[in-house]
């Protein structure tokens, strides 16, 4: 969750003081975010927490796409293996 008292800085802060900061990224795993003329304009994080956020999205991809792929099956869009193959074996003139 952010903090939005330790958060958001200044990038102007964030150059002054890049070496607290780090220790504060590596300490609380949060991001923060920095901003020019009062608006947010960059994030930063440390890199483990940047991987873990990674790990996230890629598990989070894998689920949309077994989801999806179960929504076809209950919905009939699909067709059996074989008949992909052959299909397939056709267009590019693969012989069995």
């Known amino acids: 969750m952010l ?6 800085q200044s ?3 964030f150059r002054r003081r890049s ?5 504060q990224l590596k300490k609380s795993k949060r991001p923060v975010v920095l901003t020019v003329k009062g608006k947010a304009a ?11 956020l990674l ?5 989070a991809d894998a689920e949309e796409g077994i989801r999806q792929g179960l929504d076809d099956v209950a919905h009939g869009r699909t ?7 052959d299909e397939i074996r056709r267009k590019h003139d693969i012989p069995r």
């Not at 903090?3 to 958001?8: E, F």
């Not at 070496?19 to 220790?23: I, L, R, T, Y």
Request: charged share 30%.
């Open 11 to 13: 990038l102007t802060t």
């Open 79 to 85: 067709r059996p293996a074989r008949e992909v193959f």
């Open 3 to 8: 903090d939005i008292t330790k958060d958001i």
């Open 55 to 59: 790990d996230v999205a890629a598990s």
């Open 19 to 23: 070496g607290d900061f780090m220790k």
């Open 42 to 52: 960059a994030i930063v994080q440390d890199a483990e927490a940047y991987q873990r």
